[in-house]
């Protein structure tokens, strides 16, 4: 089991920019993928961006263009630069681990509120 420590939300007008970080217990080679979710008040919880071991990136479409997902390997850590906030970004995000297809998920942080004001 994959442990996950998530810090960097808070709150941000729009139009602003925030960087969430993921420090992993184990090597990021060790794992298959590691990425971001979100959920909303109410709503289901949604892929945003990922990253698989040999470095491939997707991201949901409403964040192409706006979001980059990285990593540091020496540092165990994953990150999700977040610019050009709308206030639609506005939820819970968690970071994940999971298959390199995200069909199973197997370990989740604890999340960090990201809140954009209009």
């Known amino acids: 089991q994959v442990q996950l420590v998530e810090s960097g939300g808070g709150l941000v007008q729009a139009g602003g920019s925030l960087r969430l970080s993921c420090a992993a217990s184990l090597s990021v080679f060790s794992i298959n993928a590691m990425g971001w979710y979100r959920q909303a008040p109410g709503k289901r919880r949604e892929f945003v961006a990922g990253i698989t071991s040999a470095g491939y990136k997707n991201y949901v479409d409403s964040v192409k263009g706006r979001f980059t997902i990285s990593r540091d390997n020496a540092k165990n850590t994953v990150y999700l630069q977040m610019n050009s906030l709308k206030p639609e970004d506005t939820a819970v995000y968690y970071c994940?681990?999971?298959?390199?297809?995200?069909?199973?998920?197997?370990?989740w942080g604890q999340g960090t509120q990201v809140t954009v004001s209009s």
């Open positions: 994940a681990v999971g298959s390199a297809s995200w069909s199973v998920v197997s370990s």
